[in-house]
């Protein structure tokens, strides 16, 4: 159970000492190829919702 026992600091340390740099970013690609869908739907709702209401509501100057 030492795992439960490390700080985060000492974590990283060991990340390091155990993989170097590589260590530190393994497993982001995969992260961001699971999460960049889902963001670029929210931005691409936002952008509708935000012409939509500058349409409606929007001044004209």
């Known amino acids: 159970m030492r795992a439960l026992q ?3 600091r000492q974590t990283l340390m060991e990340v ?4 170097g ?3 530190l ?3 982001v690609g ?4 699971r999460v960049g869908p ?3 739907i929210v931005v691409s709702f936002y952008e509708v919702v ?4 500058h349409q409606c509501y929007g001044t004209s100057s």
């Open 16 to 19: 390091w000492r155990d993989g």
């Open 38 to 40: 889902s963001v670029g």
């Open 25 to 27: 970013f393994m497993g």
């Open 30 to 33: 995969p992260c961001i190829a």
């Open 50 to 53: 935000k012409y939509l209401l």
């Open 21 to 23: 740099i590589k260590g």
């Open 6 to 8: 490390l700080t985060m």
